[in-house]
């Protein structure tokens, strides 16, 4: 269904750590999917001034009311359709730097000390 939606020229939003984590590591589904159907990566990452942290394994930020949010988009990742194992590996992992990187950028600018990778 995703891949129908993106080569038809829709959005479509994941979590690109999975549904079980770890947190911030990047798993490689996401990347088979833009080399599947040539729609780039956008990686991005928000946070907030205050809220909870969940006691989720990934330890999701619940922005409360009247926190100052912030958004953070790094640079699209293009993954070549043709990629063989180890151009998906480098893409991915080129992914969750930008990730952690989007994710350090948003805390820094609310003035939340960042998580930090498990």
């Given amino acids: 269904?995703?891949?129908?939606?993106?080569e038809a020229g829709g959005i479509v939003g994941v979590t690109p750590d999975g549904p079980r984590g770890p947190r911030e590591r990047a798993k490689i589904g996401?990347?088979?999917?833009?080399?599947?159907?040539g729609a780039p990566i956008l990686p991005g990452s928000y946070s907030a001034s205050w809220g909870p942290r969940l006691k989720t394994w990934d330890r999701f930020l619940l922005a409360a009311p009247f926190s100052r949010l912030a958004f953070a988009a790094r640079p699209a990742i293009h993954v070549e359709r043709n990629a063989d194992a180890a151009a998906l590996e480098r893409a991915r992992a080129h992914l969750e730097a930008e990730l952690i990187e989007a994710g350090r950028i948003a805390d820094a600018a609310v003035g939340r000390p960042p998580l930090g990778v498990e």
């Fill in 30 to 37: 996401i990347v088979r999917l833009a080399a599947l159907t």
């Fill in 1 to 6: 269904a995703m891949a129908e939606a993106l």
